[in-house]
C-alpha cells in the first residue's frame, strides 16, 4: 500500500484572521487621537496666523503616527478624523462642516488624498517590516529545532523542548506527540495541558491510527487539532494541539516544526530498533551458551554421579569397603561441582537482570576465606593452602557475593593446578585496602584469551566449564567496590588479585 | 554368568573413569585407562581389549578421528560416549565404524545391557561377520539359502525386506545409521529416503514377531541393531 502525500494537509496553516479589535489597535488608536488633539490645540490657538494648507500640512502627522502604530486600519480612522477636525475647526467658515471657497475645496480634497497615500504607503512599509520580524524570529526558532534535533539528547529530553519551542511560538495551552500503537495512540511525550482521551478521541479518523490529513476539533472555547507527523511515506506520529483561541497557525514554521518533529521520531524508531536487535542478538547468545553449558558442562558432573550411584546401588555386595567409599566420595565431590555450576548460572541470570544489590558489612578476611572453601569438599579443601597474618583487617563487603567470587577464583586455580602444588590463598593490606591473592601453579593463562580473561563466556581452548566462574568473580567483585585482576606469576602459574575496601568503623560488623 | 573382558576406557573425566573402572572391575572386567586420544590409542594398541569405550569429547583431538584410527588396526568393539547430545557427532561415529553409543549421563545398568550386545556379537572376531548362518533365542538366519525361521517356523520375505534383514545380521550387534543402511540395502542414491527404512523395519518387525522392537532394535534418530 503506498501513502499518498497528502498535499491538504497545508491547507490549514492558514492565517486565522482575528475579528475582535485587538489591543494593539486600540493603542495605535488611542496615540493617534492623543497626537491629533495636541497638534489641533497649538494650531488652534494660533489659527489667525496660519493658512489654510499649512494646517493640512500639520494634520498630516498624526495619521502617518498612527498608521506607523497600528497599521492600515488606523489610518482609515485617521483620515475621516482628520478631515472632520480640518474641516469643522480649519477652513473657515469655522464650527461648521461647510467648506467655503474653492481654494478651500482644493486644499481639503488634497489633504485627503495626500493622507490617504501616505497611509497606504506607510502601512505598507510597516507590514512588510513585521514580516521581516517574523521571518528572522522564524528563522531563530528553526535554528534552535535544528540545533536540539543534532544534539545527541536521549529522546526523552529533545521532545518536550521542541514542544515547549512549539508553545511559546504559537501561544498554545498545550501540546503532545503521539505514537501509533497497534492498540491507539500512546503519548511520547507532552508539555503544558493534558489532552484529555475523549478529546483525543476525538481527533483520530475511523479505522484508529492518525491518518494522514490534519484533523480539527473544537468545544466552546477549546480548539485542539492533530497533525501527521510524515517521514518519507510513513506516519510516524501525531502531534496534538490544544489553545484557548483558534489555534493560529502560519504555514512555514507549523511545517517546518512537524517536518522536524518526524525526523526526529523516524531517527528515535530506528535507533530503538538497533538496540532492539543488539539486545535480541545478545539474549541469544546468552540462550545458546547457556544451553552449551547446560548440556556439557552438567552432564559431565551427572555421568559420574550416575554411573557412582548406580554402581553403588547394583553391585553393593561386590564392592569392597574402599572402592564404596571411593564412590561416595566421587558423589560428594560432583554434587558439590553441580551445586556450584547451578550456583554461577543463577548468579549470572541475577547479574543479567540487574537484581544484585550488596549488603555491605564488616567481615572478617579469615572468614570470608573459609567461608568459599566451604564450597569444596574435603580432598579439593587438601589442595588449597591458606596463609594470613594474624593482622589482616577485616573488610567492607557483602560476604555472600564476595566469597563466592573467591570460591569461582578458587575453583579456576584447581582446574589448572598440579595436586602437589596445590592453590595458595594468602592476602596483602595496607591502610585502607585488602589485597587477596589466589595463586596456582598451573600453565598460566591461554594466551588468545589476553585482556578478556573475565568476559562472559570467554575459556581457554579445551577448558572445561561454561566461561562464567571468573565473570561472575569479578561482576561480583567490582559490586562490592572492589578490583579483580591477574599477572602471570614469575615462576610460572596465574595469581588472581581481589582488591576490597577495608572494614569500617561506622559500619556494623557482619 | 556375564562373560568377561578386557575393556579400555578413554576419557578425560577423571571421576567418570574411576566410577567405571571401581563398577567395571566388581563385575570381572579387566579394565585399562587413558585420558586423552593419542595415550588412548596407544593402549589399545598395546593392551589389544575387546571393547573401547571411547569419550568424543577428548581434550586433544577430535574423537571421530580416534574412532576412524582405531577401526584401521582393530576389530574390536567400540562404544561412544558423548555428553554434548549431539546427534550428528554420534552418527558420525557410527558411520565410521562406532558399533553403539551412549549419552551421558547414563545408568550402569544401560552401559552393561550395550556392553553385553557387543561383546557377544564381538567375541574373538573383528569387522563385520562372515557367518552364514546367526542364530539368536527364536531367529535363525541362513544368509546363502536366504531362509529366515522364527521359532523353527520359515518366514517369508520379499527381496527388499530379506536385503535389509541380512544387512543387520551381518553387522549383528551394532547400531547401524538410517545412511548405512538406505545406501547398502537400496543404493547411494536413497541415502535420505528414510521412510522407505520406516516402513520395511515396521514390516520385517510383524513377520518376526517382534512387536516391541527386541530382536529389531530402533536408537531413535540414528539408526537399527539387530539384537543377537
Known amino acids: 500500500m503506498t501513502h499518498a502525500r497528502p498535499a491538504v494537509h497545508l491547507a490549514f496553516y492558514t492565517t486565522v484572521v482575528n475579528r475582535r479589535p485587538s489591543k494593539e489597535f486600540l493603542r495605535a488608536l488611542l496615540i493617534f487621537g492623543l497626537t491629533l488633539l495636541i497638534l489641533s490645540l497649538v494650531l488652534f490657538s494660533i489659527r489667525s496666523h496660519l493658512s489654510v494648507a499649512t494646517s493640512a500640512l500639520v494634520l498630516v502627522i498624526p495619521v502617518v503616527v498612527g498608521v506607523v502604530a497600528g497599521g492600515f486600519s488606523v489610518g482609515v480612522v485617521g483620515v475621516l478624523s482628520g478631515f472632520v477636525v480640518y474641516d469643522y475647526f480649519f477652513i473657515p467658515p469655522y464650527y461648521t462642516l461647510n467648506v467655503g471657497a474653492a481654494s478651500n475645496w482644493v486644499a481639503l480634497v488634497v489633504y485627503v488624498v495626500v493622507v490617504g497615500i501616505l497611509a497606504r504607503v506607510v502601512a505598507s512599509l510597516r507590514s512588510a517590516r513585521a514580516q521581516a520580524i517574523r521571518r528572522s524570529e522564524d528563522l531563530e526558532r528553526l535554528a534552535v529545532i535544528t540545533q536540539r534535533l543534532v544534539t545527541d539528547l536521549p529522546m526523552g529530553e529533545i521532545l518536550p523542548q521542541i514542544l515547549s519551542d512549539l508553545v511559546a511560538a504559537f501561544g498554545l495551552q498545550g501540546a503532545a506527540v503521539y505514537l501509533p500503537t497497534y492498540d491507539g495512540l500512546t503519548e511520547l511525550s507532552g508539555v503544558g495541558e493534558a489532552i484529555l482521551p475523549d478529546e483525543l478521541a476525538a481527533l483520530v479518523p475511523r479505522g484508529g491510527g492518525i491518518g494522514t490529513v490534519v484533523k480539527s476539533e473544537h468545544r466552546s472555547k477549546t480548539y485542539w487539532r492533530l497533525v501527521p507527523l510524515i517521514a518519507g511515506a510513513d506516519v510516524v506520529g501525531g502531534l496534538v494541539l490544544k489553545g484557548d483561541d483558534a489555534l493560529p497557525y502560519r504555514d512555514d514554521l507549523m511545517r517546518s516544526f512537524a517536518n522536524a518533529l518526524a525526523a526526529l521520531l523516524q531517527k528515535h524508531s530506528l535507533r530503538l530498533e538497533a538496540m532492539r536487535n543488539s539486545e535480541l542478538e545478545e539474549r541469544d547468545r546468552w540462550r545458546r551458551a547457556l544451553l552449551g553449558s547446560v548440556s556439557h558442562d552438567l552432564r559431565t558432573p551427572l555421568a559420574s554421579l550416575t554411573t557412582s550411584a548406580s554402581t553403588l546401588a547394583e553391585l553393593k555386595e561386590e564392592l569392597s569397603t574402599e572402592q564404596r567409599e571411593e564412590l561416595l566420595a566421587t558423589i560428594e565431590r560432583q554434587s558439590l561441582r553441580l551445586a556450584r555450576l547451578v550456583e554461577n548460572l543463577l548468579d549470572s541470570s541475577r547479574i543479567e537482570a540487574n537484581m544484585l544489590a550488596p549488603r555491605i558489612a564488616n567481615v572478617d578476611t579469615r572468614e570470608l576465606i573459609d567461608e568459599a572453601l566451604g564450597a569444596f569438599g574435603e580432598a579439593e579443601r587438601a589442595l588449597v593452602h591458606v596463609t594470613l597474618d594474624e593482622s589482616i583487617p577485616s573488610v567492607a563487603v557483602d560476604h555472600v557475593l564476595v566469597a563466592q567470587a573467591l570460591a569461582n577464583l578458587i575453583e579456576n586455580g584447581l582446574r589448572y593446578c598440579e595436586p602437589s602444588t596445590g592453590v595458595d590463598v594468602s592476602a596483602t593490606s595496607t591502610d585502607s585496602r585488602v589485597e587477596i591473592g589466589v595463586r596456582d601453579r598451573g600453565p598460566g593463562v591461554d594466551p588468545s584469551l589476553g585482556g578478556r580473561i573475565f568476559g562472559r563466556f570467554e575459556k581457554g581452548a579445551g577448558s572445561p566449564g561454561a566461561g562464567l566462574g571468573l565473570w561472575i568473580a569479578q561482576s561480583f567483585v567490582e559490586l562490592n567496590g572492589g578490583i579483580i585482576g591477574f599477572r602471570e606469576a614469575a615462576d610460572g602459574g596465574s595469581v588472581f588479585l581481589i582488591d576490597l575496601p577495608t572494614a569500617n568503623e561506622m559500619m556494623v560488623d557482619g | ?228
Open chain 2, 1 to 228: 554368568m556375564v562373560e568377561t573382558a578386557k575393556i579400555a576406557i578413554i576419557d578425560d573425566d577423571e571421576s567418570l573413569v574411576r566410577a567405571l573402572q571401581i563398577a567395571l572391575r566388581a563385575r570381572g572386567h579387566t579394565v585399562v585407562t587413558a585420558g586423552a586420544a593419542t595415550t588412548g590409542v596407544e593402549l589399545v594398541a598395546l593392551e589389544q581389549p575387546e571393547v573401547v569405550i571411547l569419550d568424543l569429547g577428548l581434550p586433544d583431538r577430535s574423537g571421530l578421528s580416534v574412532v576412524r584410527e582405531l577401526r584401521s588396526f582393530t576389530g574390536c568393539a567400540i562404544l561412544v560416549l558423548s555428553a554434548a547430545g549431539d546427534e550428528e557427532m554420534k552418527i558420525k561415529a557410527l558411520d565410521d565404524g562406532a558399533d553403539d553409543y551412549l549419552t551421558k549421563p547414563f545408568s550402569m545398568r544401560e552401559l552393561e545391557a550395550r556392553l553385553r550386545v557387543a561383546l557377544r556379537h564381538r567375541s574373538g572376531q573383528g569387522a563385520p561377520t562372515t557367518t552364514e548362518r546367526i542364530t539368536t533365542d527364536r531367529l535363525e538366519i541362513d544368509l546363502p539359502a536366504r531362509r529366515v525361521m522364527v521359532d523353527d517356523v520359515e518366514v517369508e520375505l520379499s527381496h527388499k525386506e530379506f536385503e535389509l534383514l541380512a544387512f543387520l545380521a551381518r553387522n549383528a550387534g551394532r547400531v547401524c545409521t538410517h545412511q548405512m543402511i538406505l545406501r547398502e540395502v537400496w543404493g547411494p542414491g536413497y541415502a535420505t529416503e528414510l521412510h522407505y527404512l520406516r516402513v520395511y523395519a515396521n514390516r520385517l518387525r510383524k513377520k518376526l514377531d517382534d512387536p516391541e522392537g527386541e530382536v529389531l532394535r530402533t536408537s531413535p534418530g540414528v539408526g537399527y541393531q539387530l539384537v543377537v
